[in-house]
């Protein structure tokens, strides 16, 4: 829930991928076109509020936000920092 209301903040799209039926540590990457993918959070499987992973999240691609490879995240530097 957390990646997704992300991923609408910044009007992004979401894919989950699923490797097993059991709990596994969630993953989290941010891929921006063809490049790389870059790892913005995990959980290693413990149990994490939604709130919690949301501001995880935001301070990343706050972060992200900044590295010139990253325009489109520069520009949207303003709503990644909203609480909503």
Known sequence: ????????????????KM???EFT????YYKH?????????CNNG???NA????ITL???MFVLSFHPKHLALRQ???EIMQFS
């Open 1 to 16: 829930m957390a990646a997704e209301k992300m991923a609408n903040l910044l009007k992004m799209d979401v894919e989950v």
């Open 19 to 21: 490797f097993r039926k």
């Open 25 to 28: 540590p969630i993953y989290v």
């Open 33 to 41: 076109g063809d490049e790389e993918p870059i790892p913005i959070y």
């Open 46 to 48: 413990e149990m994490s």
């Open 51 to 54: 709130q919690e992973i949301y």
């Open 58 to 60: 935001r301070n990343m």
């Open 76 to 78: 949207a530097r303003e």
